[in-house]
């Protein structure tokens, strides 16, 4: 399938302090090349609204994906405040743990508590693809997963083992066998 084949083209940063995506239909794109959108995403506790949530994922007593982004970061500031926070599992500015890391396969939440790092990255990045796909919903847009060209930016001094470890996160969110990574 060619570039040209492609509805949407949806862009996802995965970045260290800030996470987000846009995106551009492929009429949009004839129209005007520079034309994108991009996701608001809103922070409740400052009345904060960008076009990128917090990277931070939480996760449920029992391991399983509670929220992403400003919603994790309030409900588990919610969580901490009742003072019932410790058996859930919050992973704040962890991308950098993929640069810093040796052959650990476990990432340390801010509890000290340990998960796969494979899940927390892959739910991560399926929180941002389903993201698109409800902001895409309502638009009467009628589109299948394949008419999707997806992008994920990695920074270009990452190793390709690296590399290659977000390319699994990505398969295993249902994102990517249609990937194409951006280096920056």
Known sequence: MGDEDYLFVVAIDFGTTYSGFSFSSREDYRSNPLSQHSKQWYDSFSSFISYKTSTCVLFDPQGEFHS????????????????IH?????????????YEQNDDERLRDQNGKEMDAIKVFSQSILYLKNSFTKQTENTGLDWRPNDIRWVLTVPAIWTETKKSFMRRAAEMAGTLTLLKFNKY
């Open 68 to 83: 992403f982004g400003f919603d994790a970061e309030e409900h588990y500031y919610n969580l901490a405040e009742k003072g």
């Open 86 to 98: 410790r058996d859930w599992y919050y992973f704040r500015r962890f991308k950098m743990w993929l």
